[in-house]
């Protein structure tokens, strides 16, 4: 009997922790909202105890903090906060591409053609949340290529704490145009198997992510 809960409450827990995660990165949960357990049970069809190890998990992500006598809020990030996280992923980010280049095969090399042409597609027809989506999977392989997990973890917590601004600045008008051809680059250099490459473009294009912020 207690080897066919445990993955049943596991999976109860991935699950609300994503449903609750995703809520906060797509501003269904405004910053400094409350989060109140017993609203989060009955949205999310799960017990307490599930709801309060899901909002333990998105503390320790940095999305969520704990108030003395006051429950649970989302945690708000400033643009300060935000550039600062931009800046660290640079160099772990750089660091990822660099070996995810080094790393290239075949079906590798398939995968970034596929995401390639996806990201044209989506800037040609202006679907704002399928290049969205498209550059999120280019960062997600980006990282797995590069077998470096150490980076990947710590990357994935960065990148749900920033999650917020960048997707406001994906949709600000002339956005995509602008970040499109930075993510061309690195995926050229990926394909050429250029470390040097691959590590300039991603610099480069996430001090364009820094720029873009300091100017919104």
Known sequence: MTTETAPK?????????????DS?????????????????????GVSRAVVRNALLKLTSEGLVEHLPNRGVRVRAITIEEAIEIVETRAALE????RKAAQRITPVARE???????????AVETGDLAEYSAQHQKLD??????????????????????????????SFRPGRAAQSAP?????IDALLLEDPDAAE????????????????G
């Open 9 to 21: 409450q596991t999976s109860a827990l991935d699950d609300a922790t994503s449903a609750i995660r």
């Open 24 to 44: 906060i990165l797509q501003g269904e949960f405004s910053p400094h909202q409350r989060l109140v357990e017993v609203d989060l049970c009955e949205q999310l």
């Open 94 to 97: 750089s660091l990822c591409a």
């Open 111 to 121: 995968r970034l053609t596929s995401l390639r042409e996806g990201i044209v597609k």
């Open 140 to 169: 997600q392989f980006i990282r797995e290529l590069s077998g470096h997990s150490t980076s990947a973890q710590i990357l994935e917590r960065l990148q749900a704490q920033g999650a917020r601004h960048q997707f406001r600045l």
């Open 182 to 186: 930075e993510h061309l680059a690195i």
């Open 200 to 215: 300039a473009a991603t610099v480069a294009h996430l001090n364009g992510v820094i720029a873009a912020m300091c100017n």
